[in-house]
């Protein structure tokens, strides 16, 4: 039940940033790690290593925090 949990809360996330046209969680890993997804899921999704994906979820947050001090 926990797995579909997940997949549910990204077509979710994903859903969100259609109707509303923005681009909220940037890249596709940040957006599976805000669903609940383990860094090796990720990888293993998108075809990527586990060293890339939490790599471009450090940048990914680390952008939305710059974001929010400019606001």
Same mark, same amino acid.
């Given at each position: 039940?926990?797995?579909?949990?997940?997949?549910? !809360?990204? %077509?979710?996330?994903?859903?969100?940033? *259609? *109707?509303?046209? +923005?681009?909220?969680?940037?890249?596709?890993? %940040?957006?599976? +790690?805000?669903?609940?997804?383990?860094?090796?899921?990720?990888?293993?999704?998108?075809?990527? +290593?586990? $060293? $890339?994906?939490?790599? $471009?979820? +450090?940048?990914?947050?680390?952008? !939305?925090?710059?974001?929010?001090?400019?606001?």
């Amino acid at each position: 039940m926990d797995e579909l949990v997940k997949y549910m !809360k990204a %077509l979710t996330f994903l859903q969100l940033q *259609v *109707v509303t046209g +923005s681009n909220v969680f940037g890249k596709p890993e %940040l957006l599976l +790690s805000k669903a609940g997804f383990q860094h090796r899921e990720i990888a293993d999704l998108l075809g990527k +290593s586990q $060293a $890339a994906v939490a790599k $471009a979820i +450090s940048r990914g947050r680390a952008a !939305k925090d710059q974001e929010g001090e400019h606001e």
